[in-house]
Structure formats: structure tokens, C-alpha cells
């Protein structure tokens, strides 16, 4: 899916499929960071420590809380960076008619109006 995003990116010129492109690279990179979290022991805890447990058994079935911090943060960055980009296309929509990246390029080099 990383790989999907990256051809789309380079491939389509649409400002609005690109941004879609950088969701579906943002949600692979995102699912790989859950996977690599993820303990495969039966049964799983949550990384909250109960009383009942040894440190020990607690640490050998918890899964590993960072993996989950960071996709929680690169979630709420990546939506953040969709509405920004999101708007940039939108203005630039309703400024010069197009949402064409090669055509964005032409009339930031002042090539075209």
C-alpha cells in the first residue's frame, strides 16, 4: 500500500488525487507501526498493569504501548496536514481554475495566468 501511494503520488497530476495518494501511504505507514506492536500470545493485555499480574507475565503478554502513542500523534498530524492541503487546493481552485499540479508549476513560474 506504501508503494501504491508513492506511484500515485508521482504518478497523477491531480492535486486532489495526490493528497488522497499521501492518506493511503499515511494509513500503510500507520498500520505497519500497529503491526510491529502487536504481540501474538494468548491473551493479549492492554499496557496497563493490574495487580493480579507478575512484572514478569505483564511484560511477556502486554502489548507495546509507543508503537500505539505514535500512530495515535501521526494520525492527528496527518489530518491536520489533509486539511491544510485540502484548502491550499481548494483556493488555488478557485483562484486560477485548475487543480493540475503542472499547471500549478506553470503559474508559479509565471508562465501562464
Known amino acids: ?14 492535486l486532489i488525487k495526490k493528497i488522497i495518494m ?12 500497529v503491526l510491529v506492536g ?9 499496557p496497563i498493569y493490574e495487580k493480579h499480574l ?7 503478554r502486554a502489548v507495546d504501548p509507543v508503537p ?9 498530524i496527518g ?3 489533509n486539511i491544510l492541503l485540502t484548502t491550499y487546493a481548494i483556493q ?7 487543480v493540475d499540479a503542472r499547471d500549478m508549476a506553470e503559474i508559479m513560474r509565471g508562465e501562464r495566468e
Open 54 to 60: 507478575t512484572v514478569e507475565e505483564f511484560l511477556g
Open 79 to 81: 489530518m491536520a496536514m
Open 22 to 33: 499521501l492518506n493511503v501511504m499515511g494509513d500503510a505507514i500507520n498500520m505497519l507501526f
Open 68 to 76: 500505539q502513542a505514535l500512530v495515535l500523534t501521526a494520525v492527528v
Open 1 to 14: 500500500m506504501t508503494f501504491l501511494g508513492i506511484y500515485g503520488v508521482a504518478t497523477r497530476s491531480n
Open 92 to 98: 488555488f481552485y478557485r483562484l486560477h481554475g485548475t
Open 38 to 46: 502487536y504481540r501474538l500470545v494468548y491473551p493479549v493485555f492492554p
